[in-house]
C-alpha cells in the first residue's frame, strides 16, 4: 500500500472520529427550569419572611413596619407563643387524632383497593367512581346535616364523655378518615394493578389465602406507595382546621391549628406571635417529611418505570 493511500485513510478516520458539535440547550428544557426556580423562590419567599417576622419584637414591628431594618432580633416571640397557647396540650390532640387517622385510613384504603383490583373489570370501575366522587363533594356542602348527625349519633362513654359523636375526638378521627379514603383508594388501586398477576397466582397454587396474598404479600410490595401516602395524609389531617372548629366545642380537645386561632384577638392581633406558632406547629409535618423523604419520592415515581 502506498504512502499516500496511508494518509488518506488516517485522515479520514480522524473525520470519522472528530468530535461532534455542541448541541444547544432545549428551549422546554430551560423554560422548565426558569419555572421550578421561580416557583422555589415564590415558595421560599413567604417561609423567610414569616421567620423574619417571628424574631422581630411586636413594639418594634408596630411602630416601624414589617419592611424596615429590624434594631432588635430574638427567640422571645416562640416562647411565649409556646406558653400562652399551651402548644404542648394541642400538639398531643393534633398527634392523637392524625396517628389513628393515618393509620385507619391507609388500611381501609388498602382493603378496598385490594377488592377491587381482584373483582371484575366492572365492579372495579363501579367502586373507584363510587369512592372517588366523595372527594368531589366539598365539605362546607355537608356540614349542617353532619353536625345534626353527630348531635344525634350516640357512641360509648368510654369514647366521649357527653355520649355523643359531636365534641369528641373519635368524631374528627372518622370524618377526616372518611374524606381521605376515597383519594388514596384511587391511588392504591392504580399501583396494585401494577403488581404481576402472576404473584399472586403463585401465591394460590402454594395454598395462601385471601388474606394472606392481601397482608403478606400486597403491603410488604406496596411500601413506597403507602409511606408517600402516609406522608400526604399527615399533612392534611395534621393542619384540619374547618372540621376542628365545626365539630368540637371544647377548647382543650381541638387540634394544634385551633390554637394559632386562640392567639388571634378581637381587636389587635400580633401577627409576630402567630407567625412563631405557626413555624412552631409545622415543625411536626417537616420532620415527618424528612424521616419519610426517600419513600415519598420512590411513591412519587413508582409508574415512572413501568410499562
Same mark, same amino acid.
Given at each position: 500500500m502506498s504512502s499516500s493511500a496511508v494518509v488518506a485513510r488516517r485522515d479520514a478516520g480522524r473525520e470519522v472520529s472528530s468530535p461532534r458539535p455542541r448541541r444547544r %440547550?432545549?428551549?422546554g428544557r430551560i423554560a422548565a427550569q426558569v419555572f421550578m426556580i421561580t416557583a422555589t423562590v415564590?415558595?421560599?419567599? %413567604?417561609?423567610?419572611?414569616?421567620?423574619? $417576622?417571628?424574631?422581630? %419584637?411586636?413594639?418594634?414591628? &408596630? &411602630?416601624?413596619g414589617y419592611v424596615s431594618l429590624p434594631h432588635h432580633l430574638s427567640f422571645d416571640n416562640f416562647i411565649h407563643a409556646w406558653s400562652q397557647s399551651n402548644m404542648l396540650r394541642y400538639f398531643l390532640n393534633s398527634a392523637v387524632i392524625t396517628i389513628p387517622g393515618v393509620l385507619l385510613t391507609l388500611f381501609l384504603a388498602s382493603? $378496598?383497593?385490594? /377488592? +377491587? !383490583?381482584?373483582? =371484575?373489570? &366492572? $365492579?372495579s370501575i363501579f367502586l373507584l367512581i363510587m369512592f372517588t366522587a366523595g372527594n368531589l363533594l366539598p365539605q362546607q356542602v355537608i356540614i349542617t346535616?353532619? #353536625?345534626?348527625?353527630?348531635?344525634? /349519633?350516640? $357512641?360509648p362513654h368510654f369514647v366521649s364523655s357527653s355520649g355523643l359523636l359531636y365534641n369528641s375526638i373519635a368524631g374528627l378521627i372518622i370524618i377526616n378518615v372518611a374524606f381521605q379514603v376515597g383519594f388514596c383508594v384511587f391511588v392504591l388501586s392504580n399501583y396494585f394493578k401494577t403488581i404481576p398477576t402472576e404473584i399472586y397466582e403463585a401465591a394460590r397454587v402454594d395454598g395462601a389465602s385471601f388474606w394472606t396474598r392481601y397482608w403478606r404479600l400486597t403491603l410488604?410490595?406496596?411500601? %413506597?406507595?403507602? +409511606?408517600?401516602? *402516609? !406522608?400526604?395524609? !399527615?399533612?392534611? /389531617? #395534621?393542619?384540619?382546621?374547618?372540621?376542628? /372548629?365545626?365539630?368540637? =366545642? !371544647? *377548647?382543650?380537645r381541638r387540634p394544634i391549628t385551633s390554637a394559632l386561632a386562640d392567639l388571634q384577638g378581637e381587636f389587635v392581633a400580633n401577627q409576630n406571635l402567630i407567625a412563631a406558632a405557626a413555624l412552631l406547629a409545622a415543625v411536626p409535618t417537616l420532620v415527618v417529611f424528612i424521616l419519610l423523604q426517600k419513600q415519598f419520592v420512590a411513591g412519587l415515581t413508582l409508574g415512572a418505570t413501568k410499562g
Open positions: %440547550p432545549h428551549l415564590l415558595w421560599l419567599v %413567604p417561609m423567610v419572611f414569616a421567620f423574619y $417576622v417571628s424574631l422581630r %419584637p411586636f413594639d418594634e414591628t &408596630k &411602630k416601624l382493603c $378496598v383497593a385490594f /377488592i +377491587a !383490583t381482584r373483582l =371484575s373489570s &366492572k $365492579v346535616p353532619l #353536625y345534626r348527625l353527630y348531635l344525634w /349519633i350516640p $357512641v410488604p410490595m406496596s411500601r %413506597p406507595a403507602l +409511606a408517600a401516602l *402516609g !406522608t400526604l395524609l !399527615t399533612t392534611w /389531617i #395534621y393542619n384540619d382546621f374547618f372540621w376542628a /372548629i365545626t365539630l368540637i =366545642s !371544647t *377548647g382543650n
